[in-house]
């Protein structure tokens, strides 16, 4: 089920999930592409967002949680290992959260807060991070003039865009995006698809989305989830296309989820 | 017909519940009315306490002349007969203050243009006229005429600043004998040598019983300067002039004349010490005292509370514990603050206090140095006793914070604390500083924990002033509250303290708004800053 012409940069070996007693993953096993965009597709409560968090340990501050199995990073870091730094780890895999969550500061200090917290304070590093992370973000023409001004003022597309302004500019390897567009409207959402389409080359990202159309205009891989279980995980082409099961294929052309 | 129309609909009163927003509006409305009287009443009466009122003499059928300020005109409440209520002053000839005359014996009110007002340092005001002067330029015989006080006043002013010149060496001096006493007691105690110690405080001796002796004599060239007075009966007094205050003819004051020694008056109020005991004179003392208390009890107070509720919010992991703990703490806001008071004197005075007296000052023993009240001690049961609010409000405030905002900062690789410090406690700063305004208007109204930890009707000295170490957290202070009581309730002539007591609360009542008010601009400023807009 697994292709395996890709070059794999995280692998999920036999994760299982436990929200106290309930098991919310079970058995999941996959390789994430490397420099490639995956999508997560798959009916509402499916366990979409749990995987997610399982990648930079985020589920550690829900609270009563468990896990079994491993999550290889770059085939030597076990990203689940108790004794995994997560602060390190989360340097390196940025997030991206469905409700865009700008810190109340200047836009200029959203951007370099992942730098300030790391140590760095040069005046000329900052700037030019800001510059680079924030026309990557296809932001800077809009805010170029108002860096200092509050990030509160900005629209709801902008603020989402600063958001992964904020995550690139700590120059993380992998994106993890939870429905990153799912309170935008269709304008916005272009832009931060375009924008996914641009950073696709430099980082690998994992998008989580209910549009299908959305997944097969952004993603290589799309990976479908049922009821806490990899169902199957291809090519988006071939997903979308020519899927092999028929559970995959109701989802897509709408007749369930 | 309206009741046709299918679109009004009957019963809004009670269906859309119109008689509870009445209800609650009747409910605000009692609350301003209540607190707007109480504060008219005090605004009225503590800003009306400094005007000069004019002086009325009033002649009765029986041929008594009485002069004095009208304080009010009513209805004998057994009798219904009409009387007013004149305030005599002169307290040594009369012996009070007020004197009520009904209305019926009196034949004719004049206010005439030389009464004058005299404020003392003794019995109060005086009222009457001013015969003449008397003073060692003059010659013996007391001299009238309109000039004479500006004849006599410069060599007069000379001579009180020659006094105060010796007070103030005279005090330096004691300040330094104390010191020395100090040592000796301290070298006493450890057996060491202390002769040398001893030929110095000798030296001293000498010269301040050499400025005693000339602060005598300066007192008996003062008491030459005189001021001869009569009263509204004729009977004639003299007066040094070193005891007049302040004297003005309130008959013949114009507007700006009344004003300025209205202003004269705050004056006095904000930066003189009282006088007596207390119902005349300033504030000083008392305002320092208050200030001080609150803003030191602030410095415990505050950082103890937000630490204790970030733990307890941020780190603690919740549980039957934490639940308890929080419940206690919601109840120790609860307890009556004379409670408090009885642990500050068990705990710090009686426990702490005398541990350090013994540790580091067992020389001066019995006389206790910190196992007595002081500032510290009643700022720091103050502090106890508003921990809870900050705590309560803290908490609240941490918990409003967005997780989302959080979560942002913990996924950029920040570490729990860092996103505290950055984010978290900016954001609900706003809402803790509103936990501080309430804990300090709390502070600064409280009386019944200090006046068993250390407040006192007379301080000696300030608990803040030019001799090293500057500021004496162990002295005992003077407080606001404390002295509406004490003057209100413990001094012998209540009537006449009764402006005293309105001014004092009027202060108070300001110094509270001015501390919360600076905090609340603080906040609003804060609060813009970090203003999440609606998505
Ligand atoms: N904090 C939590 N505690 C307990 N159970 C949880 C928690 N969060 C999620 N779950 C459960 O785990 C399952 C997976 O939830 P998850 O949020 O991962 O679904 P999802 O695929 O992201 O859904 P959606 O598309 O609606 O976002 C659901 O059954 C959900 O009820
Ligand atoms: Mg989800």
Redesign the interface.
Known sequence: MNPTDFESVISVKELDFFYGQSQALFDINMEVPKHQVTAFIGPSGCGKSTFLRCF?R?ND?VGDVSITGSLILDDYIDINHKDQDP??L??RI??I?Q??????KSIYENVV??L???GQGKKSVLNEVVETSLKKAALWDEVKDRLHT?A??LS?GQ?QRL?IA??IA?NPEILLMDEPCS?LDPKSTARIEELILDLRGDYTIIIVTHNMQQASRVSDYTAFFFEGKLIEFGETGQIFTKPSLKQTEDYITGRFG | MLNSNPGIVKGRFWREGEAFIWLSSIGVGMILLIIGTLLFVIVKNGFVAFWPHSLALVETNSGEYYLGEIKQTTLHPHTGEERIQLKVGNRELYSLDFKWIQSKTISRITYPKEAVAIERTEYGNFYGFIQGYQSPLTGAEPVQGPNVLERIEPSFTEEVQVLARLNEEIKSVAVEMESLRRKILKAQYEGENHAAIEAEQRVLREHFDLLLEAQGKQHTVLSQYQVLLRDAEGTTKTLPLSHVVRQYQPNQMGLFAKLSHYLAHLWELFFDEPRESNTEGGLFPAIIGTVMLVLTMSLFSFPMGVVAAVYMKEYASPGFLLQTIRIAVNNLAGIPSIVWGIFGLSFFIYTIGSGIDQIFYPEQLPTPTFGTGGILWASLTLALLTVPVVIVATEEALGGVPSDVRHGSLALGATKFQTLMKVTLPMASPRIITGFILAMSRAAGEVAPLMITGVVKLAPALPIDGTFPFIHLERKFMHLGFHIYDVGFQSPNVEAAKPMVFVTTLLLLSIVILLSSTSIILRNKIRKRYQAKAF
Do not use: D, E, H
Request: glycine residues 12%; hydrophobic residues 40%; proline residues 6%.
């Open positions: 930079n985020m501050l602060i390190q989360r340097r940025g997030m959260f409700k865009s969550n700008p810190f109340p807060y992942g300030r917290i790391a509050s509160m003022g709801g603020m958001c904020r995550a700590v309170a």
